[in-house]
């Protein structure tokens, strides 16, 4: 058996957690509950929407939606750090802007008295205690002002990454980990050392506002064509017998993370299939089925992939007829909570290329022992 990755699972804080009538009251009331408060926001604060702020007119109900799906992994899970990250995050950004964080203190009103009508006893006390809680890490965060996340030290060679793939400068970007691996560190070692960082370095500059969506994505598009190009300069593996699938699950299109780990396995000898971005649900169990692979590698960025990822890890457990492959999940929000692994259903995450084959060095025997 692949030993499980140590976590500590006890930090959880199920204190905001619904039991399962109140989840159930929860979901069914929550296309209601976006509506409501849409109409209640719109009418408080119409600045907003006439300026176009973080509140557009036209985006409302989109915002709401989001700022519900941070709100989601605490009523049902008990896991409350997604939504202090988002509003710490939406409060450094509003007021980066110059614009008020009190249109998000009003939608956080309006959404916990319109859950208030539904909930019942315990789940109604729980979930004004969650949204009580919300509102002290918005004002904590408003009251701090716009601060300057701490320098973190990066290497000045992945710093050089970093630049090469903002300026849209493939080159520069290849020649950086080639000469990395030309002092004899691996591909993977190479990406886990300097292109990992350049991308974290990133992302954080577009949350600080520093980049712009078009220069984000740039870096993005410039990673994948390094990663390709490094991949298939790498002399064949010989194969190990093994079969893996990578995807990303319905609305989730952040994908480089997992393409690493996929180009890890593969030079490690695995027959691997990446499908890539965005796989309609159908699609991704048929090709699991098909492919019958002894593992399978799902990513969850945000929140809202949470539920679309339970829901394929149970198909997956029920309905496939061949083997029943170990689940490798990773993403910016498993990394972030590790614990959602375990509640999802999952057998393994991991947070790099590295570790994940670490995780799943003892795969062989395990693929022996389980095989139908």
Not at 16 to 30: C, K, M, N, S
Not at 59 to 81: D, N, Q, S
Not at 197 to 214: C, D, I, Q, S
Not at 322 to 344: E, H, T
Request: proline residues 4%; glycine residues 6%; negative net charge.
């Amino acid at each position: 058996m692949i030993p499980s990755p140590t976590v500590d699972f006890t930090h959880q804080n199920h204190r905001f957690r619904l039991d399962a009538e109140g989840v159930q009251q929860f979901e069914h009331h929550r296309e209601e509950l976006i509506r409501f408060s849409s109409h209640r926001i719109t009418a408080r604060f119409p600045e907003f929407y006439a300026d176009g702020g973080a509140f557009g007119s036209d985006r409302c109900r989109e915002e709401l939606t989001f700022l519900l799906e941070f709100i989601r992994p605490a009523l049902v899970f008990g896991i409350h750090e997604p939504l202090e990250d988002c509003l710490q995050w939406l409060s450094s950004l509003l007021l980066r802007r110059g614009l008020s964080t009190g249109v998000v203190f009003h939608a956080l009103q309006e959404m916990e008295g319109c859950l208030s009508r539904y909930l019942c006893a315990d789940n109604r006390a729980r979930m004004s205690e969650l949204f009580a809680h919300a509102a002290r890490v918005l004002e904590n965060a408003n009251t701090s002002g716009v601060v300057e996340a701490p320098k973190v030290t990066v290497d000045p060679v992945a710093d050089q990454v970093m630049q090469a793939l903002i300026a849209g400068d493939r080159r520069t970007a290849t020649a950086l980990l080639e000469e990395a691996m030309d002092r004899g560190d691996t591909l993977i070692e190479a990406e886990h050392e300097l292109l990992q960082p350049a991308l974290y370095e990133v992302g954080k500059e577009w949350h600080a506002n520093r980049l712009t969506v078009a220069e984000e994505h740039l870096a993005s598009s410039i990673a994948q064509d390094v990663m390709a190009q490094l991949l298939l300069s790498r002399p064949s593996s010989t194969s190990n017998g093994m079969r893996s699938l990578f995807a990303a699950p319905p609305g989730n299109r952040h994908v480089i993370g997992l393409r690493m780990i996929a180009d890890a396995f593969e030079m490690s000898g695995w027959s691997v299939q990446f499908l890539g971005a965005d796989v309609p649900r159908n699609s991704l169990l048929g090709q699991v089925r098909r492919f019958d692979p002894h593992l399978v590698g799902l990513t969850v960025s945000l929140p809202r992939h949470l539920w679309a990822v339970r829901e394929l890890i149970e198909e997956i457990r029920q309905h496939q007829v061949g083997l029943q492959p170990l689940i490798l999940v990773g993403g910016n929000l498993i990394n972030r909570v590790p614990s959602l692994a375990m509640v999802i259903g999952a057998d393994l995450w991991a947070a790099n290329a590295r570790d994940a084959l670490k995780l799943v060095g003892d795969v062989q025997v395990w693929g022996a022992e389980h095989r139908s």
